[in-house]
């Protein structure tokens, strides 16, 4: 979540993905494995919405009113 947070939405509110994963792969140092687990996570506790695409996510409003 906190990658997510980093970045200011773009219309929409969209985060796209990679703005997510790079910090997480690589500044973390997470694998892949741990990337989509992260993710999966993330999803099912309703903070995040995976556009069916794959491009890119939203916050959830119930992350909003946490920030």
Do not use: C
């Not at 500044?27 to 506790?45: H, I, N, Q």
Request: aromatic content about 12%; charged content about 25%.
């Amino acid at each position: 979540m906190e990658h997510a947070r980093a970045f200011e939405p773009l219309q929409d509110d969209r985060i796209y993905i990679e703005k997510i994963n790079g910090p997480f792969l690589f500044v973390d140092k997470a694998t892949p494995a741990e990337y989509g687990a992260g993710l999966e996570f993330a999803m099912s506790r309703g903070w995040l919405e995976l556009h069916e695409s794959g491009t890119f996510v939203k916050l959830t409003q119930s992350v909003r009113v946490l920030g």
